[in-house]
């Protein structure tokens, strides 16, 4: 059974680039973006991993922990980070898990034997600080993927958890939200005293609110 939105992120330990990763105690607190590589030393997964480095302010600002995992040993990983730093001018930030005996693989389903038998697909899973999978990603081995949109739905799930609002088509942070069907008009005009759009009586658009 693959893993679907809602169910627990399955823990485990795992050889990795800072040593052995107890996934859970890693995490701790803090969300968590785990995104799998089809083999070191490829060129879209060294983009990739550069980028995700690159972008490590931005994860923090969200309380994001990265993991990154590709299926060769971690000697390989070591010589394969030289390499990002060098190719990419970001040096890896962030632990990447060594997964030669498929391990964590199989507990995430990162192998689509009709894709490849062998080779662990794109995959990205965004994991809330319960442990909970809240946004599962899967790309073919060549295309890279787009690390903004990344953090583009983790900012809509860390706002739509906090207000009973939804995101629109195409949503960045500080732009127009949806208002909920869950919420009545008079509910509305306590949590939204700004007001909003009627645009149809099961869409109402209003400014996103911000967190105090
Ligand atoms: C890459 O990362 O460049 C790649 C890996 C596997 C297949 C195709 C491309």
């Given at each position: 059974m693959p893993l679907q939105l809602g169910d627990a992120a399955p823990d485990f330990t795992q050889q990795s680039t800072l040593g052995p990763?107890?996934?859970y105690d890693y995490l701790g607190t803090s969300w968590g973006v785990l995104?799998?590589?089809p083999a070191d030393f490829t060129p879209v997964c060294t983009t990739e991993l550069g980028e995700a480095s690159r972008l490590k302010p931005e994860?923090?600002?969200r309380n994001v922990k990265v993991v990154g995992l590709s299926v060769d040993p971690v000697e390989k990983h070591g010589t394969w980070a030289s390499d990002i730093a060098d190719a990419t001018g970001s040096a890896l930030n962030f632990p990447l898990i060594a997964d030669a005996d498929r391990q964590v693989s199989t507990l995430y389903g990162l192998i689509h034997p009709n894709a490849d038998s062998t080779a662990t697909v794109r995959s990205v899973f965004v994991i809330d600080p319960n442990k909970i999978v809240r946004l599962e990603l899967t790309y073919p081995a060549s295309t890279g993927r787009n690390f903004?949109?990344?953090l583009r739905t983790?900012?809509?799930l860390q706002l739509?958890?906090?207000f009973k609002v939804a995101t629109p088509v195409n949503w960045k942070q500080g732009e127009d939200v949806i208002i909920t069907t869950a919420v009545s008009d008079d509910e509305a005009k306590t949590r939204f005293p700004a007001g909003w759009k009627t645009v149809k009586p099961y869409l109402r658009v209003t400014k996103q609110p911000q967190a105090v």
């Amino acid at each position: 059974m693959p893993l679907q939105l809602g169910d627990a992120a399955p823990d485990f330990t795992q050889q990795s680039t800072l040593g052995p990763l107890h996934f859970y105690d890693y995490l701790g607190t803090s969300w968590g973006v785990l995104f799998s590589h089809p083999a070191d030393f490829t060129p879209v997964c060294t983009t990739e991993l550069g980028e995700a480095s690159r972008l490590k302010p931005e994860f923090d600002k969200r309380n994001v922990k990265v993991v990154g995992l590709s299926v060769d040993p971690v000697e390989k990983h070591g010589t394969w980070a030289s390499d990002i730093a060098d190719a990419t001018g970001s040096a890896l930030n962030f632990p990447l898990i060594a997964d030669a005996d498929r391990q964590v693989s199989t507990l995430y389903g990162l192998i689509h034997p009709n894709a490849d038998s062998t080779a662990t697909v794109r995959s990205v899973f965004v994991i809330d600080p319960n442990k909970i999978v809240r946004l599962e990603l899967t790309y073919p081995a060549s295309t890279g993927r787009n690390f903004v949109e990344i953090l583009r739905t983790i900012d809509s799930l860390q706002l739509t958890d906090t207000f009973k609002v939804a995101t629109p088509v195409n949503w960045k942070q500080g732009e127009d939200v949806i208002i909920t069907t869950a919420v009545s008009d008079d509910e509305a005009k306590t949590r939204f005293p700004a007001g909003w759009k009627t645009v149809k009586p099961y869409l109402r658009v209003t400014k996103q609110p911000q967190a105090v």
